[in-house]
């Protein structure tokens, strides 16, 4: 595969499970990214990590757990979420942290 | 303060150029151009940036005026997959450690 995978596609979960979204990226970079893109809203930066570590944690609440084990592979882990983070997780690279982003499809996520 | 205006939409003929423009009168000399796109429900998809000189890609051609203050991006042959909402942001090369941050954008609709 090419380009940034994200699975699954589609989650929904309740209140109460444990869930994590995976990311892949195989363009060979070195900074890797979640968005959260809510129906109608722009996009807002959760995570960035750069070479594995994390630059930036934009006050996400700490039910959103982020793990970038190496440089293309990052997860979201996700517990006791609320009906409100339903969205489209948007996981995306770069080759350093830059405005040249990758994304990938996205993970919808509906919380019932 | 929105750092980049563009029209709120825009229809084009399948098979025709759809010009696409976007002012950003206050760029600053460091700061470079770039254009994304969104089709409906899927990741945003990075198609080409520039600072002063025109750019050339596979997917579009880049203007960019003498004074830098707008730009025009250039599809050149538009097919109905080109129907999307286009993104002109402007920032730093190397400051992707902030995020992303999209407009309103242009939503272009490619006519058979």
């Known amino acids: 595969e090419t380009g940034v995978t994200q699975t699954p596609r589609h989650l929904v979960m309740g209140m109460t499970n444990k869930k994590s979204l995976k990311c892949e990226q195989h363009?060979?970079?070195?900074?890797m990214y979640w968005y959260k893109q809510s129906a109608k809203k722009p996009l807002e930066l959760m995570f960035v990590?750069?070479?594995?570590?994390?630059?930036e944690n934009n006050s996400v609440p700490s039910r959103f757990s982020p793990e970038c084990p190496n440089s293309s592979h990052l997860f979201l882990h996700l517990h006791t979420l609320q009906p409100e983070d339903s969205a489209l997780y948007l996981c995306a690279s770069s080759l350093w942290t830059g405005y040249e982003q990758y994304f990938g499809p996205g993970t919808r996520l509906t919380v019932t | 303060d929105a750092k980049t205006t563009q029209p709120t939409s825009m229809d084009c003929a399948e098979g025709r150029a759809a010009n696409l423009p976007c002012n950003h009168s206050t760029i600053s000399g460091n700061e470079y151009v770039y254009w994304y796109r969104q089709i409906h429900s899927q990741g945003p998809q990075y198609i080409i940036h520039g600072l002063k000189n025109n750019e050339t890609n596979e997917m579009a051609s880049l203007i960019i005026t003498e004074d830098r203050k707008s730009s025009t991006l250039i599809l050149p042959h538009a097919t109905l997959r080109d129907t999307a909402v286009y993104y002109c942001?402007?920032?730093?090369?190397?400051?992707?450690?902030?995020?992303?941050?999209f407009g309103k954008g242009t939503h272009l609709i490619i006519q058979p």
């Open positions: 990590y750069s070479l594995e570590e994390r630059v």
């Open positions: 942001i402007v920032g730093y090369s190397g400051g992707g450690a902030d995020g992303l941050t």
């Open positions: 363009l060979g970079h070195n900074a």
